[in-house]
């Protein structure tokens, strides 16, 4: 049996960051109106568990949102003390954390080497240092390479999150902070595509024209050409596009930006484009049958189509078959006469 994934997110909002990045509203991104009082973590916890199936599952406790190590020490042990019950049941796996860069040092380490910590996730957002400077993220690049190298000599698994379209910015600079996240050893990443957030600094920039957010089509093919980079880095992309929130999800806290709720499947169709597009070379009007791996036929076939409409505009028919015997973007070709 595949062993299934999920995490427990518990969202702590803007609690402990000293810093308003230009980008950030954490309660409307989040949806997390408050923050939590220890107490209610318990409610939290149990609820989603009681969602989740246990057979086969791996849990993990995540503290999501704000800036967890830069929590008074004594309120970080109490979130986990509430954590650490349910992993001494056997209810879940481990614990997980989001913090930045700024905040981790060898007493932080510290702490978290008494509890069942598996992964310390870091806002890095970008390894440029003036895309650090325009964005407001009071840290520096240094700041994230001596976190990371203390986040894997502790032996926790280091995820980097980073952002793209962040004032300042360029694809090349993307394409480097990539490179950049893959060399400090992080084991996983997240990619998130820049939005103009209503609340936030980077509101009044966009509506005084001083920021244009990246367009969808921008977003959707760099942050595909990230994923190769970390692909042939073995770094596992966890998340593309950020968190749906209701707000988001009807447009009441978004003002402008590449969001919608199907950005990843648009980004692993747009993998399966540059992935097709070699056979645009073979001989045209004939049948062409295109095996896949199951879990990939969706994006295979492409977002509204698209990868399907593409072939269609040099073959006759155009079939998609699933197979066992494929995996990740394989795929075999058949090819036949009318």
Same mark, same amino acid.
């Not at 989001?98 to 957002?125: C, F, H, M, W």
């Given at each position: 049996?595949?062993?299934?994934? /999920?995490?427990?997110?518990? /969202?702590?909002?803007?609690?402990?960051?000293?810093?308003?990045?230009?980008?950030?509203?954490?309660?409307?991104?989040? !949806?997390?109106?408050?923050?939590? @009082?220890?107490?209610?973590? *318990?409610?939290?916890? +149990?609820?989603?568990?009681?969602?989740?199936?246990?057979? !086969?599952?791996?849990? @993990?406790?995540?503290? /999501? $949102?704000? *800036? %967890?190590?830069?929590?008074?020490?004594?309120?970080?042990?109490?979130?986990?003390?509430?954590?650490?019950?349910?992993?001494?049941?056997?209810?879940?796996?481990?614990?997980?954390?989001?913090?930045?860069?700024?905040?981790? *040092?060898?007493?932080?380490?510290?702490?978290?080497?008494?509890?069942?910590?598996?992964?310390?996730?870091? $806002?890095?957002?970008?390894?440029?240092?003036?895309?650090?400077?325009?964005?407001?993220?009071?840290?520096?690049?240094?700041?994230? #390479?001596?976190?990371?190298?203390?986040?894997?000599?502790?032996? /926790?698994?280091?995820?980097?999150?980073?952002?793209?379209?962040?004032?300042? +910015?360029?694809?090349?600079?993307?394409?480097?902070? &990539?490179?950049?996240?893959? &060399?400090?050893?992080? +084991?996983?990443?997240?990619?998130?595509?820049?939005?103009?957030?209503?609340?936030?600094?980077?509101?009044?920039?966009?509506?005084? $024209?001083?920021?244009?957010?990246?367009?969808? @089509?921008? &977003?959707? +093919?760099?942050?595909?050409?990230?994923?190769?980079?970390?692909?042939?880095?073995?770094?596992?992309?966890?998340?593309? $596009?950020?968190?749906?929130?209701? !707000?988001?999800?009807?447009?009441?806290?978004?003002?402008?930006?590449? %969001?919608?709720?199907? %950005?990843? #499947?648009?980004?692993?169709?747009?993998?399966?484009?540059?992935?097709?597009?070699?056979?645009?070379?073979? #001989?045209?009007?004939?049948?062409?049958?295109?095996?896949?791996?199951?879990?990939?036929?969706?994006?295979?076939?492409?977002?509204?189509?698209?990868?399907?409409?593409?072939?269609?505009?040099?073959?006759?028919?155009?079939?998609?078959?699933?197979?066992?015997?494929?995996?990740?973007?394989?795929?075999?070709?058949?090819?036949? !006469?009318?």
């Amino acid at each position: 049996m595949k062993t299934k994934y /999920f995490n427990i997110p518990v /969202f702590i909002p803007e609690l402990a960051c000293p810093f308003r990045c230009i980008y950030c509203n954490q309660r409307k991104i989040s !949806g997390t109106l408050q923050v939590p @009082e220890p107490a209610s973590v *318990n409610n939290i916890i +149990d609820t989603r568990l009681a969602t989740l199936p246990q057979k !086969g599952s791996h849990i @993990e406790i995540a503290f /999501f $949102g704000g *800036n %967890f190590t830069g929590l008074p020490p004594a309120l970080q042990r109490t979130y986990l003390d509430i954590a650490v019950k349910y992993y001494h049941k056997g209810l879940v796996s481990g614990i997980r954390l989001s913090t930045r860069p700024d905040y981790i *040092n060898e007493e932080t380490i510290a702490l978290l080497l008494k509890y069942p910590v598996t992964t310390v996730e870091i $806002g890095a957002q970008s390894l440029d240092e003036d895309v650090l400077i325009c964005s407001g993220r009071g840290h520096t690049v240094a700041d994230v #390479e001596l976190a990371s190298a203390l986040v894997k000599k502790a032996g /926790f698994s280091l995820g980097l999150q980073m952002m793209t379209g962040l004032p300042g +910015d360029s694809r090349e600079k993307s394409v480097r902070t &990539a490179q950049k996240i893959a &060399a400090l050893g992080a +084991d996983i990443a997240r990619i998130y595509p820049t939005l103009v957030i209503k609340g936030t600094v980077l509101e009044r920039m966009y509506c005084e $024209g001083e920021y244009k957010p990246q367009t969808m @089509e921008e &977003a959707v +093919d760099l942050t595909a050409k990230l994923i190769m980079i970390f692909e042939k880095a073995k770094v596992r992309v966890i998340r593309t $596009g950020l968190h749906v929130s209701e !707000g988001l999800l009807n447009g009441h806290d978004l003002v402008a930006g590449p %969001f919608s709720p199907s %950005f990843g #499947e648009m980004v692993r169709s747009k993998l399966w484009e540059e992935a097709l597009w070699s056979l645009l070379c073979m #001989e045209e009007n004939k049948k062409i049958t295109i095996v896949v791996s199951p879990g990939e036929l969706n994006y295979a076939i492409g977002y509204r189509s698209s990868n399907r409409n593409m072939l269609m505009k040099r073959f006759g028919q155009v079939i998609f078959r699933k197979s066992e015997i494929m995996s990740g973007r394989e795929f075999g070709v058949e090819l036949q !006469g009318h």
